[in-house]
């Protein structure tokens, strides 16, 4: 059975940097194929794709926010680490995080989000 | 950057057949993914590879992809089927979502 979950501040002020985590079970970050990404929505907008993190390393990110996010794994511990810089009230959203069973890269399982919450 | 459009809302009445569309240039030389999202929940994957329905989503729910445009179809529409919907795909390098179709059945 697979979970995520999603972990990190539910405020932080405009400049600070955002770190959110996501701790997963139920499968490997080793296993060939699968990938663990990042998505956020906006109260009451649509779904922004965000980052995605293969069992190799290698990595994607949004072109728009590629400037501001790093995403690394922690393969022993069941964790993908999410952090974006200089944070900005537009950044308020429910941040999700997912797994990728293979390379055509959608999301068969979610995690149930955070609300991140941009403010002074 | 690519971008992936969706009409904003879509209705149908109960029994019927629901299409939502998703547009974007030459969507059909890649793979299109469909999520359902209800009211605060977190999406729920219901077609993906163009045409794929995971074991626990109900045949009703079916999909295609040519063209410029994929087509998510929802034959005999239910009332728990009343949802946000989302397209996906990848251009090149990056994944991107539509906009998201609100569904309404009525």
């Known amino acids: 059975q697979i979970t995520l979950k999603e972990s990190g501040p539910t405020l932080v002020k405009p400049t600070q940097t955002l770190t959110l985590t996501c701790t997963f079970s139920g499968f490997s970050l080793d296993t060939r194929g699968v990938g663990v990404g990042w998505i956020r929505q906006p109260p009451g907008e649509a779904l922004e794709w965000l980052a995605l993190?293969?069992?190799?390393?290698?990595?994607r990110f949004s072109p728009s926010l590629k400037s501001r996010l790093t995403i690394t794994k922690d393969t022993s511990k069941n964790q993908v680490v999410l952090t974006m810089t200089n944070m900005d009230p537009v950044d308020t959203a429910t941040y999700y995080c997912?797994?990728?069973?293979?390379?055509?890269?959608?999301?068969?399982?979610w995690g149930q989000g955070t609300l991140v919450t941009v403010s002074s | 950057s690519y971008e992936l459009t969706q009409p904003p809302s879509v209705s149908v009445s109960p029994g019927q057949t629901a299409s939502i569309t998703c547009s974007g240039d030459?969507?059909?030389?890649?793979?299109a993914f469909w999520y359902q999202q209800k009211p605060g929940q977190s999406p729920v994957l219901v077609i993906y590879q163009d045409t794929k329905r995971p074991s626990e989503i109900p045949e009703r729910f079916s999909g295609s992809n040519s063209g410029n445009t994929a087509t998510l179809t929802i034959s005999g529409t239910q009332a728990m089927d009343e949802a946000d919907y989302y397209c996906q795909a990848w251009d090149t390098r990056t994944g991107v979502f539509g906009g998201g179709t609100k569904l309404t059945v009525l």
């Open positions: 030459k969507l059909g030389e890649s793979f």
């Open positions: 993190i293969w069992w190799d390393h290698d990595y």
């Open positions: 997912a797994h990728s069973p293979d390379t055509s890269g959608y999301y068969d399982f």
